[in-house]
């Protein structure tokens, strides 16, 4: 079984058909204005090839959690203009995403023009996967595209459900790119280097679980680093530390080990009396003592992972290595952004947080891959099947 690719549907002919697209256009909103519009964009590749091949297209969302009430700062109806700005077309906006007025919507569309539909998870059937809600939307279109990378780990109405009810479907060019650049670290040209950070071992286990074995070298920062420390038995002074979690520290270590993998800990520290800036901070080797906190990554444990980076030839890299947030406590993070654009490894970088940094270095265009979605991409470097995309299976 593959997944058929936006080649193959258009091949197959859309012109005059409704294509619904689930698209990712979970935008940052203030005050009813988009603050950043990258998202919107994104999405634009495979809109705009639907169009220019006839099709009606039909494009959903969700944004942010609503949890099933329709509530109008959760609306998607200032993403239409600008949409439609992008695009350089009209792009004419549905109050509701099933029932009577969205099909009337719907059966407004000329071939080539563009509907955008509320959010979908005004719906509660949209996040339980229901399937009533899923044909609901399947009755809305002749063909399904799912282009949200970002929601494909989730099985939801509008991911998962709808695509038993529509047999012509296919991946986005968004979603088809992702998973392309993934999988080279799922089968990587080794050395593959991992660097994994941020803030909880709880928010990433499954994938240090996955990776400690899969990776040759896989180096650890952020705050999830003290709790590796402390299961090692060092001190860590009022470092950020998950005591339940040192049990599955130990564990990810050892199956780091136990294959042959190096798994790579700091040896030095920014450590300071309190997380604001200005608060009083130094440098430490070894341990973090009593009274202060680790903070970032020191410059000796940067260097030492610059370098593994620059011998690498696959590069992976998730969650920040301090609190980059506060600029004295983001050189760490800065030095792995400037290694990961500096390598002739294939790299790619995937989280929020580590996106960011990222972009507020200004390296972003020389990093392979930056992968738009965090949780989905962590998964599916883990090796785990995402039901978004396993649902587009024929
Ligand atoms: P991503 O979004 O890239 O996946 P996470 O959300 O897991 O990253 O983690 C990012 C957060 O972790 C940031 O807000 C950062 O301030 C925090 N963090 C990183 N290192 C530390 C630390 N040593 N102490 C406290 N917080 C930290
Ligand atoms: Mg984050």
Same mark, same amino acid.
């Given at each position: 079984?593959?997944?058929?690719?936006?080649?193959?549907?258009?091949?197959?002919?859309?012109?005059?058909?409704? !294509?619904? !697209? &689930?698209?990712?256009?979970?935008?940052?909103?203030?005050?009813?204005?988009?603050?950043?519009?990258?998202?919107? +964009?994104?999405?634009?590749?495979?809109?705009?090839?639907?169009?220019?091949?006839?099709? &009606?297209?039909?494009?959903?969302?969700?944004?942010?959690?609503?949890?099933?009430? +329709? &509530?109008?700062?959760?609306?998607? +109806?200032?993403?239409?203009?600008?949409?439609?700005?992008?695009?350089?077309?009209?792009?004419?906006?549905?109050?509701?995403?099933?029932?009577?007025?969205?099909?009337?919507?719907?059966?407004?569309?000329?071939?080539?023009?563009?509907?955008?539909?509320?959010?979908?998870?005004?719906?509660?059937?949209?996040?339980?996967?229901?399937?009533?809600?899923?044909?609901?939307?399947?009755?809305? $279109?002749?063909?399904?595209?799912?282009?949200?990378?970002?929601?494909? =780990?989730?099985? =939801?109405?509008?991911?998962?459900?709808?695509?038993?009810?529509? %047999?012509?479907? $296919?991946?986005? #060019?968004?979603?088809?790119?992702?998973?392309?650049?993934?999988?080279?670290?799922? %089968?990587?040209? &080794?050395?593959?280097?991992?660097?994994?950070?941020?803030?909880?071992?709880?928010?990433?286990?499954?994938?240090?679980?996955?990776?400690?074995?899969?990776?040759?070298?896989?180096?650890?920062?952020?705050?999830?680093?003290?709790?590796?420390?402390?299961?090692?038995? %060092?001190?860590?002074?009022?470092?950020?530390?998950?005591? %339940?979690?040192?049990? #599955?520290?130990?564990?990810?270590?050892?199956?780091?080990?136990?294959?042959?993998?190096?798994?790579?800990?700091?040896?030095? =520290?920014?450590?300071?009396?309190?997380?604001?800036?200005?608060?009083?901070?130094?440098?430490?080797?070894?341990?973090?003592?009593?009274?202060?906190?680790?903070?970032?990554?020191?410059?000796?444990?940067?260097?030492?992972?610059?370098?593994?980076?620059?011998?690498?030839?696959?590069?992976?890299?998730?969650?920040?290595?301090?609190?980059?947030?506060?600029?004295?406590?983001?050189?760490?993070?800065?030095?792995?952004?400037?290694?990961?654009?500096?390598?002739?490894?294939?790299?790619?970088?995937?989280?929020?947080?580590?996106?960011?940094?990222?972009?507020?270095?200004?390296?972003?265009?020389?990093?392979?891959?930056?992968?738009?979605?965090?949780?989905?991409?962590?998964?599916?470097?883990?090796?785990?099947?995402?039901?978004?995309?396993?649902?587009?299976?024929?």
């Amino acid at each position: 079984m593959a997944v058929p690719d936006l080649d193959q549907l258009i091949a197959k002919g859309v012109g005059g058909r409704r !294509v619904l !697209v &689930r698209a990712d256009l979970n935008v940052p909103l203030k005050d009813g204005v988009i603050t950043d519009d990258t998202r919107v +964009r994104a999405s634009l590749p495979t809109l705009r090839r639907l169009r220019e091949a006839g099709a &009606r297209v039909v494009v959903m969302s969700h944004l942010g959690r609503p949890k099933g009430e +329709r &509530r109008p700062e959760f609306s998607l +109806r200032p993403v239409a203009p600008r949409m439609a700005e992008l695009l350089g077309t009209g792009v004419s906006f549905c109050e509701d995403c099933v029932g009577e007025v969205a099909k009337a919507a719907v059966a407004d569309l000329g071939d080539g023009q563009v509907l955008l539909l509320e959010n979908l998870r005004f719906h509660a059937g949209e996040t339980k996967n229901d399937d009533d809600f899923a044909r609901a939307l399947a009755d809305l $279109a002749d063909a399904y595209v799912n282009d949200a990378f970002g929601t494909a =780990h989730r099985a =939801h109405a509008s991911t998962a459900g709808i695509a038993t009810h529509l %047999e012509d479907v $296919a991946a986005g #060019d968004l979603l088809r790119s992702e998973l392309e650049h993934l999988q080279v670290v799922r %089968e990587p040209e &080794r050395p593959l280097m991992v660097v994994l950070g941020g803030a909880k071992v709880s928010d990433k286990l499954a994938v240090l679980e996955a990776l400690a074995p899969h990776a040759d070298v896989l180096a650890i920062g952020g705050a999830m680093s003290y709790t590796f420390m402390a299961a090692r038995g %060092e001190s860590t002074g009022s470092s950020l530390m998950e005591p %339940e979690r040192l049990d #599955d520290a130990k564990r990810v270590m050892q199956a780091a080990e136990s294959t042959g993998r190096r798994l790579l800990l700091p040896t030095d =520290h920014v450590v300071a009396e309190r997380v604001e800036p200005g608060a009083p901070c130094r440098i430490v080797e070894g341990a973090v003592p009593e009274g202060w906190m680790g903070v970032d990554i020191g410059p000796a444990t940067a260097e030492r992972y610059a370098q593994e980076i620059a011998q690498a030839r696959t590069f992976f890299w998730n969650g920040p290595m301090g609190v980059f947030e506060i600029p004295e406590f983001a050189a760490g993070t800065e030095r792995i952004a400037e290694a990961a654009a500096a390598s002739g490894a294939r790299t790619v970088v995937g989280g929020g947080d580590s996106l960011a940094a990222v972009n507020q270095l200004g390296v972003g265009d020389r990093i392979d891959h930056l992968s738009t979605g965090g949780g989905a991409s962590l998964e599916y470097v883990q090796g785990l099947e995402l039901p978004g995309v396993a649902a587009l299976e024929r």
